[in-house]
């Protein structure tokens, strides 16, 4: 819900030369360093770099010379020269190795190791790192001896997933910069199963936290794990209409702490600003962001079959092949439907066989003189199959390694929104012997492909339109149709027995009739002459011993504050909960609070998910070694999609038949297939997200 190479060695020597001693520097560029670790060393942001080196946007190569807003960067220089001297030893850092475990075996303290290596305060300890090991007895000058206060009562917090500092902070009443000030590690990173130390005492909601006491003393010599798990972090450039709303849910973290990570944000979010976001949690080996990462796919030979079957030919007329070196980025729903891991059900079978026509168009760019990189920028479409093609290749290695007896081909369906070349492939014989065909893209061509290939009986999954199908035996759409998700959020209210009110503008002309037309009980809130709320009439439609959902569909902020406001007052005599059917680009504004919107713990519907489990985090890490860059929600549909149809033909029955079975979830998304009353199926699956109380986003039960 958007991978990198591992660092092998993060900082050896800079060498810098005045270039400005008022303005900038020059900084020679060192093997292996991004723009976040530069900008990190001289105690500015990406933007500020790029700022004054455009260039640097497309990428940074060693011995290049960058420009540094900043006259600090020579204390940095001699700071870290400092700390070499030829009594003084080097040691690489090996995987499970600590700080403790380090300090222990050269006999040196952590304030001395940390002097030496001042990286490890803003980084963490990483595997590969070259530390500088300082004489015995060396400890960093202070101009003031230590305090010898008495004895404090401070507690132990372990971080868990989707925690942030404002919220921990918030938790046990104190403050972001105590938190920072007492566990220099979080500084840059709040790592999941780190143990934070925090003066005080537990809060009383937290019962099995461990209070201790004991001295500052005793507090410093407790070992200190930091390669459990590090935080990553990643260049973002900033999209047309993103708000800090849509920002600091994306990536998991509150305004405060973004702003802190980008300062340049203290003036607003604008457009092409290049921010640092965390890339997410990945366990053991850290995985270090490069800036502009080059990301190669290729498309010039088959998925290899065993020998005794010849291989198809997965893409006519590659001419080589496709090399990406520049990549800019209704039905009733059950409420808790029954899921199955189809890894753990895998029934004996003979080889499958799936296809996936996916829309290169490569004839078309093979005569096109436009640059690859200049195609990438302008095609969206095309970023968009790439994105697809990598998570489904992502799928295709995950059976490989599982051993599924299946055989994949893919072919370029060279598709326009009503034109593809699937007649000439089923000409020449290649998708008839399918157990599955996934794809067309353009649901008029999946429809059309569905149609030629019905006699044969192959499922055809449409793998990317909302659009409702037209009524064929054998298409599968595999993503909800706007009604099909709005079904969901009121079926999730009755079943819980919800006194349901809705608050819509006027102008949502077709949101009150699906309302008055589907869903039935509803009762509307009354609104002025003028089209304002009546907060009254409000008020008098919720119930005190029911929950109530008020569901509020309108662009209107001054609607939105007037709504907010009501039932965060209502809240005080009854339970009240907001609900949106769709994304709200209102909400996304500062001038709505979103700690209001986390009061009402805001609820919608949705199609995808987001998920700490094991096997989404290993999806997530796999893929960013493997591209170099997160997986966006094309890029994971690829995989879901194509994985889940592996599965299922793997089960011993038939692809149709686990569909009457079984609903399944992958990494963001929940395949809950159901057979349409006028022919044909589609997919059900949708999640039900709300915020909860300690800033998360949550599944509702």
């Known amino acids: 819900m958007k991978y990198y190479l591992a660092l092998l060695s993060l900082i050896f020597f800079i060498t810098c030369s005045a270039f400005s001693q008022e303005k900038v520097v020059k900084y020679k560029v060192l093997s292996?360093?991004?723009?976040?670790?530069?900008?990190?060393?001289?105690?500015?942001?990406?933007?500020?770099?790029?700022?004054?080196?455009?260039?640097?946007?497309?990428?940074?190569?060693?011995?290049?010379?960058?420009?540094?807003?900043?006259?600090?960067?020579?204390?940095?220089?001699?700071?870290?020269?400092?700390?070499?001297?030829?009594k003084e030893k080097t040691h690489e850092v090996q995987p499970k190795e600590t700080l403790f475990g380090i300090e222990k075996k050269y006999g040196v303290s952590d304030e001395a190791l940390k002097a030496a290596n001042p990286f490890l305060v803003a980084n963490g300890l990483q595997i590969g790192q070259t530390l500088v090991i300082p004489s015995k007895g060396s400890m960093p000058k202070t101009d003031k001896p230590a305090k010898t206060s008495g004895p404090e009562k401070y507690v132990y917090h372990d971080v868990v997933a989707k925690e942030t500092k404002y919220s921990i902070a918030k938790q046990y009443k104190t403050t972001i910069e105590d938190l920072e000030k007492r566990n220099p590690e979080i500084v840059t990173s709040l790592p999941v199963g780190y143990r934070l130390t925090i003066k005080g005492t537990a809060p009383k909601t937290e019962t099995s936290t461990q209070v201790v006491e004991n001295t500052v003393k005793a507090e410093s010599k407790k070992p200190v794990e930091t390669t459990k798990k590090v935080t990553t972090y990643m260049d973002y450039q900033v999209k047309p209409k993103e708000t800090f709303y849509s920002l600091t849910h994306t990536f998991h973290v509150t305004q405060e702490e973004l702003t802190e990570l980008n300062p340049s944000l203290s003036e607003g979010v604008k457009e092409g600003m290049v921010l640092?976001?965390?890339?997410?949690?990945?366990?053991?080996?850290?995985?270090?962001?490069?800036?502009?990462?080059?990301?190669?796919?290729?498309?010039?030979?088959?998925?290899?079959k065993p020998a005794d079957k010849p291989a198809d030919k997965p893409v006519e007329n590659t001419g080589g092949g496709i090399r990406i070196l520049e990549k800019v980025k209704s039905e009733e729903v059950s409420v808790n439907p029954e899921v199955v891991e189809l890894t753990k059900k895998r029934g004996q079978t003979e080889r499958k066989k799936v296809v996936l026509l996916l829309p290169f168009n490569i004839a078309k760019m093979q005569n096109d003189t436009t640059s690859t990189a200049t195609r990438l920028k302008k095609d969206k479409f095309l970023n968009m199959t790439l994105d697809f093609y990598s998570g489904a290749m992502?799928?295709?290695?995950?059976?490989?390694?599982?051993?599924?007896?299946?055989?994949?081909?893919?072919?370029?369906?060279?598709?326009?929104?009503?034109?593809?070349?699937?007649?000439s492939l089923i000409a020449q014989n290649k998708l008839q012997t399918a157990n599955a065909v996934i794809g067309p893209f353009y649901q008029s061509n999946a429809e059309a492909a569905a149609n030629s290939l019905r006699l044969y009986n192959v499922p055809v999954i449409s793998?990317?339109?909302?659009?409702?199908?037209?009524?064929?035996?054998?298409?599968?759409?595999?993503?909800?149709?706007?009604?099909?998700?709005?079904?969901?959020?009121f079926d999730y209210m009755r079943a819980k027995n919800g006194n349901i009110v809705a608050v819509v503008d006027k102008k949502k002309e077709s949101v009150i009739n699906y309302i008055k037309q589907n869903q039935k009980g509803v009762v509307f809130a009354a609104l002025s002459e003028t089209g304002g709320l009546d907060v009254a009439n409000l008020k008098s439609l919720l119930l005190p011993n029911r929950q109530n959902y008020v569901v509020m569909e309108t662009a209107n902020t001054a609607m939105i504050k007037t709504t907010i406001k009501a039932l965060i007052d209502a809240q005080k005599s009854c339970q009240v909960q907001l609900?949106?059917?769709?994304?709200?680009?209102?909400?996304?504004?500062?001038?709505?609070?979103?700690?209001?919107?986390?009061?009402?713990?805001?609820?919608?519907?949705?199609?995808?998910?987001?998920?700490?489990?094991?096997?989404?985090?290993?999806?997530?890490?796999?893929?960013?070694?493997?591209?170099k860059v997160n997986p966006n929600s094309y890029a994971t549909r690829g995989f879901d999609v194509t994985f889940d149809t592996m599965m299922r033909l793997v089960q011993g029955k038939t692809y149709q038949e686990t569909t009457d079975l079984m609903t399944t979830e992958q990494v963001d998304n929940k395949f809950q297939y159901y057979k349409k009353d006028d022919g044909g199926h589609a997919n059900k699956g949708v999640y039900i997200l709300y915020y909860d109380s300690d800033l998360t986003l949550k599944v509702a039960n």
Request: negative net charge; hydrophobic residues 35%.
């Open 32 to 86: 292996g360093e991004t723009v976040n670790q530069i900008a990190e060393k001289f105690k500015v942001t990406p933007y500020d770099i790029y700022s004054l080196n455009p260039d640097a946007r497309a990428g940074i190569s060693p011995n290049s010379v960058l420009l540094i807003p900043t006259v600090a960067g020579k204390s940095v220089a001699k700071a870290d020269k400092s700390n070499v001297s030829g």
């Open 276 to 304: 640092k976001v965390p890339s997410g949690y990945v366990a053991a080996v850290p995985i270090v962001a490069q800036q502009q990462p080059v990301v190669e796919k290729t498309i010039e030979k088959p998925i290899e």
């Open 394 to 423: 992502m799928a295709i290695d995950s059976a490989k390694v599982l051993k599924l007896p299946i055989d994949v081909a893919i072919y370029d369906s060279q598709e326009t929104k009503n034109t593809s070349n699937v007649s």
């Open 463 to 489: 793998p990317l339109s909302k659009d409702t199908a037209n009524p064929i035996d054998n298409l599968y759409q595999s993503i909800p149709t706007n009604d099909v998700v709005r079904n969901a959020i």
């Open 579 to 627: 609900v949106i059917l769709e994304p709200n680009s209102t909400l996304d504004t500062d001038e709505i609070s979103f700690d209001n919107l986390v009061k009402l713990n805001l609820m919608y519907p949705s199609v995808t998910r987001e998920s700490d489990e094991q096997p989404v985090l290993i999806f997530e890490k796999e893929y960013r070694l493997k591209n």
